[in-house]
């Protein structure tokens, strides 16, 4: 549970947000009295899509940011349920609830009351979902206490992160050199929400707490080894690549976010998971994936290293006799517009392993992932395979050298690691 939650409280009630339903004196300890008969965990799942609905397809919210909602949503929710249900400490602390009350109504108030408040042009949709679903729970004092208890906690959460950083008026600024990150084509964009390397994490003590290998020496044989990977097997045209590894890569250009999110829905219906272990897995993966992003985002910020595109058409510049260059040569896709190191993909694909190796086994995941980019899905029995394909289509989409593969997979690791370490702790 967070240290400065306490402080929190008093804020809220202070300020006349506690709820009649609620006390300060304790959390929830018992679901057996207070929580209302079988909880359909189905309302967890709904409010993820709808939240990854808001969040993207509504409001095209850029895909590294993205994940800070997917947070603030699923550690909200979680909150919301175990306030009733009991068993897991909070992640931020909730007051006790007196009397019996829907879990249900809990966790889609607090679900529309987060996603509403930071994304309000979807306050009309967001308002259609929510009557829809207070409308399948059955009328009473229990749902009324349920909607008070989601209430609260969507204000906690929302008081919790005000002044974190978020869109925090940061760019980055790099003097081209070799090594040196600079706008890269077709775009030739700055660096998107440089702010987020900048943002208080969810578990982490700060931004750099994972500490990092950094980039390899231009002048080092390690970096001449990564080089002639990416340029042969990324480039766009004339490249080594096989007909299946081209699919791979593919794959994997589709949103890693939005991928995993609706992964963790599949595994938690098919396993039959209720409301507290399943609004405990999206608040696991939500504030894991988060804190992975605002570690890696502050790497690039910091490292500012430069991507293969400009690496290999200025390789002529590096200091590296085994480097070649290649005016013309461009990756198989799009290179999007932030340094190199480490890879954003790389630190997502980490922290949703680690969270689903946790959950299920690390040889056991029995994980289905689809894209929207080919069309297909993908099985995965192992954290270790999805590990090594996804860092593998990186390369192969041309957009990273090794190093950002791998030093970003472990930061994924680590970060979801010290979350699950840390909160939503068993009572």
Same mark, same amino acid.
Request: net charge positive; aromatic share 10%; charged share 20%.
């Given at each position: 549970?967070?240290?400065?939650?306490?402080?929190?409280?008093?804020?809220?009630?202070?300020?006349?947000?506690?709820?009649?339903?609620?006390?300060?004196?304790?959390?929830?300890?018992?679901?057996?009295?207070?929580?209302?008969?079988?909880?359909?965990?189905?309302?967890?799942?709904?409010?993820?899509?709808?939240?990854?609905?808001?969040?993207?397809?509504?409001?095209?919210?850029?895909?590294?940011?993205?994940?800070?909602?997917?947070?603030?949503?699923?550690?909200?929710?979680?909150?919301?349920?175990?306030?009733?249900?009991?068993?897991?400490?909070?992640?931020?602390?909730?007051?006790?609830?007196?009397?019996?009350?829907?879990?249900?109504?809990?966790?889609?108030?607090?679900?529309?009351?987060?996603?509403?408040?930071?994304?309000?042009?979807?306050?009309?949709?967001?308002?259609?979902?929510?009557?829809?679903?207070?409308?399948?729970?059955?009328?009473?004092?229990?749902?009324?206490?349920?909607?008070?208890?989601?209430?609260?906690?969507?204000?906690?959460?929302?008081?919790?992160?005000?002044?974190?950083?978020?869109?925090?008026?940061?760019?980055?600024?790099?003097?081209?050199?070799?090594?040196?990150?600079?706008?890269?084509?077709?775009?030739?964009?700055?660096?998107?929400?440089?702010?987020? @390397?900048?943002?208080?994490?969810?578990?982490?003590? #700060?931004? =750099?707490?994972? &500490? !990092?290998? *950094?980039?390899? %020496? $231009?002048?080092?044989?390690?970096?001449?080894?990564?080089?002639?990977?990416?340029?042969?097997?990324?480039?766009?045209?004339?490249?080594?690549?096989?007909?299946?590894?081209?699919?791979?890569?593919?794959?994997?250009?589709?949103?890693?976010?939005?991928?995993?999110?609706?992964?963790?829905?599949?595994?938690?219906?098919?396993?039959?998971?209720?409301?507290?272990?399943?609004?405990?897995?999206?608040?696991?993966?939500?504030?894991?994936?988060?804190?992975?992003?605002?570690?890696?985002?502050?790497?690039?910020?910091?490292?500012?290293?430069?991507?293969?595109?400009?690496?290999?058409?200025?390789?002529?510049?590096?200091?590296?006799?085994?480097?070649?260059?290649?005016?013309?040569?461009?990756?198989?896709?799009?290179?999007?517009?932030?340094?190199?190191?480490?890879? @954003?993909?790389?630190?997502?694909?980490?922290?949703? #392993?680690? =969270?689903?190796? &946790? !959950?299920? *086994?690390?040889? %056991? $995941?029995?994980?289905?992932?689809?894209?929207?980019?080919?069309?297909?899905?993908?099985?995965?029995?192992?954290?270790?395979?999805?590990?090594?394909?996804?860092?593998?289509?990186?390369?192969?989409?041309?957009?990273?050298?090794?190093?950002?593969?791998?030093?970003?997979?472990?930061?994924?690791?680590?970060?979801?690691?010290?979350?699950?370490?840390?909160?939503?702790?068993?009572?």
């Amino acid at each position: 549970m967070r240290s400065k939650a306490w402080k929190l409280l008093v804020i809220l009630v202070t300020a006349g947000l506690a709820t009649p339903a609620l006390t300060t004196s304790a959390t929830a300890t018992s679901s057996q009295s207070v929580a209302t008969a079988r909880s359909s965990p189905a309302v967890i799942t709904h409010w993820n899509t709808i939240a990854a609905r808001t969040i993207f397809t509504e409001n095209a919210t850029p895909l590294p940011s993205s994940t800070l909602y997917f947070g603030f949503v699923s550690l909200a929710v979680y909150d919301a349920v175990v306030a009733i249900e009991g068993g897991y400490e909070p992640y931020l602390h909730q007051p006790k609830v007196r009397g019996r009350a829907s879990s249900e109504a809990a966790a889609a108030t607090a679900a529309y009351r987060v996603l509403k408040y930071y994304f309000p042009a979807s306050a009309t949709n967001l308002a259609t979902d929510y009557r829809l679903s207070l409308a399948a729970i059955p009328d009473g004092s229990a749902k009324e206490r349920g909607k008070e208890v989601g209430e609260q906690a969507a204000a906690t959460m929302i008081r919790a992160r005000q002044g974190d950083g978020r869109n925090a008026p940061i760019t980055l600024t790099t003097v081209p050199a070799p090594g040196v990150w600079r706008p890269t084509p077709d775009a030739f964009a700055p660096m998107l929400v440089p702010w987020l @390397g900048f943002v208080q994490p969810l578990a982490l003590r #700060s931004p =750099t707490q994972i &500490k !990092l290998h *950094g980039p390899d %020496s $231009l002048k080092s044989k390690a970096y001449a080894r990564d080089f002639a990977e990416v340029k042969a097997k990324g480039a766009l045209t004339g490249s080594t690549r096989t007909p299946a590894q081209t699919e791979t890569a593919l794959f994997w250009n589709a949103n890693a976010i939005l991928q995993y999110q609706q992964a963790l829905q599949d595994q938690v219906t098919k396993r039959g998971w209720g409301i507290v272990r399943s609004a405990r897995a999206f608040g696991l993966l939500g504030g894991g994936t988060a804190d992975a992003a605002i570690s890696c985002w502050r790497a690039k910020y910091d490292y500012a290293f430069w991507r293969p595109i400009t690496a290999i058409r200025l390789a002529d510049t590096d200091g590296n006799r085994a480097t070649k260059p290649d005016p013309a040569w461009a990756s198989l896709v799009q290179t999007p517009p932030y340094p190199d190191y480490v890879s @954003g993909h790389a630190c997502a694909t980490g922290a949703a #392993s680690e =969270t689903f190796g &946790k !959950l299920f *086994g690390k040889r %056991s $995941l029995d994980l289905v992932v689809s894209s929207t980019v080919t069309g297909t899905t993908r099985h995965f029995n192992s954290t270790k395979a999805l590990d090594a394909e996804t860092m593998d289509a990186r390369i192969w989409l041309g957009l990273h050298f090794r190093r950002a593969m791998t030093d970003g997979n472990g930061l994924g690791h680590a970060a979801a690691s010290w979350m699950i370490n840390h909160e939503l702790q068993r009572r």
